[in-house]
């Protein structure tokens, strides 16, 4: 009953939508996973498995209501500091998500797309990233943009490198850099910067996502732990973006 009654809620929130303010691209930090397994006495990865099931109801959500790009920061350059244990079980877990789901988000049209660098992942990993990428590769559907060994600094460095390449073959002058340029460079090239930006888990800071994207979305913050992120709140951010007046720097 209660159930029905929620998903009544979140249908009447999905009707409520203004579809011409939605956000077009929507970055997340998943965060709050290992809190929400602690206050239950389990295991932080029990969270990340809690974590994963959480972000399954949000990708279809977004897919349902016609968000174009999801970036989820799942596995940042600095998460390499955690206990190898944990990191071991973000790998597998990063697996077994990928072989359980992939068949479903193809189906839904999902086009799964990774940004970081991936050679530092363990091979089952990167074997298994690339089968979802190349599968999904002509969807025109969701665009999830996966954010693992991903640092918002490390992609600048990475972009820069780049630059420097093309310039000393000659391929760029460096009278021809500027913003648009230096995007192209960034993983995140052909992909329009996040509208909105969601973190979890009552933290109000950015810790190195995403840094030069974000220079003009939009940030919303919820004391929910990751885990228990549902897609009523998913949609309520996206209500909360709709009254946001974005001027760009601009007056109106
Ligand atoms: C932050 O919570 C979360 C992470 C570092 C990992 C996010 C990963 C998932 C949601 C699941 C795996 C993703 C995929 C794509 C399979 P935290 O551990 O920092 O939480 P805490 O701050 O409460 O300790």
């Known amino acids: 009953m209660l159930k029905n009654i929620m998903k009544s809620n979140k249908e009447k929130m999905i009707v409520d939508l203004d579809k011409d303010k939605l956000p077009k691209h929507i970055a997340i930090i998943m965060d709050g996973n290992g809190r929400w397994a602690k206050k239950r006495n389990l295991p932080r990865i029990a969270g990340h498995r809690a974590g994963v099931e959480a972000l399954r109801g949000v990708i279809k959500t977004s897919s349902d209501i016609g968000i174009k790009y999801l970036t989820l920061y799942a596995f940042s350059t600095e998460n390499w500091k955690r206990p190898a244990e944990e990191v071991k079980g973000l790998m597998e877990l990063l697996v077994l998500y990928l072989r359980k789901e992939i068949g479903e988000l193809h189906n839904n049209n999902v086009k799964i797309n990774i940004i970081g660098d991936i050679s530092k992942l363990p091979s089952k990993a990167i074997s298994e990233i690339d089968k979802a990428v190349n599968l999904t590769s002509n969807n025109k559907g969701l665009n999830v943009n996966i954010a693992l060994n991903y640092g918002g600094k490390s992609d600048i460095i990475h972009a820069v490198k780049g630059i420097c390449e093309n310039v000393l073959d000659n391929n760029l002058q460096i009278e021809d850099i500027c913003e648009d340029t ?54 309520e951010a996206i209500h909360d973006f709709k009254h946001r007046k974005r001027r760009f720097g601009g007056l109106k």
Request: glycine content about 4%; cysteine-free.
């Open 182 to 235: 230096f995007s192209k460079y960034l993983y995140t090239r052909g992909i329009p910067d996040p509208d909105l930006l969601i973190r979890t888990s009552g933290e109000q800071r950015i810790s190195n996502f995403l840094l030069w994207q974000i220079a003009y979305s939009e940030l919303w913050f919820t004391k929910v732990y990751w885990p228990d992120f549902t897609s009523e709140h998913l949609i």
